[in-house]
């Protein structure tokens, strides 16, 4: 909904899906990382189309880097260390299913 994606297989990026991530310190919120695969983007024209919430809209932008600009925002600090930790995540859930390869992974480190 918020990445404005459908249509694809959600695969949790925790082994607990019980726990979660705290969401800051001190705080009972917490939030479960996923990594979307097969999925599309959702037309823009679509009627039938989930809304963002309304403190969603605005707030919420979708970037498409590869993975040498991703990798250099995490290494730089440009990417809060939610967002890096959910990227480093997720690419390993993606070695692990063969959809990133040794040569591409070795390649940004």
């Not at 993975?67 to 997720?90: D, H, N, Q, R």
Request: with cysteine; proline share 4%; hydrophobic share 45%.
């Amino acid at each position: 909904e918020e990445a404005m994606l459908v249509k694809g297989r959600m695969i949790p990026l925790l082994d607990d899906r019980k726990t979660g991530i705290a969401e800051i310190s001190f705080s009972q919120n917490s939030w479960y990382p996923f990594l979307s695969l097969d999925s599309r983007k959702v037309d823009p024209k679509d009627k039938n189309k989930r809304q963002r919430d309304l403190e969603e809209e605005g707030l919420i932008h979708v970037h498409e880097v590869s993975l040498a600009v991703l990798f250099f925002l995490i290494k730089s600090g440009k990417m809060i260390p939610t967002s890096a930790m959910c990227s480093m995540m997720a690419m390993a859930e993606l070695r692990k299913r063969s959809l990133l390869t040794q040569t591409s992974w070795a390649a940004l480190l």
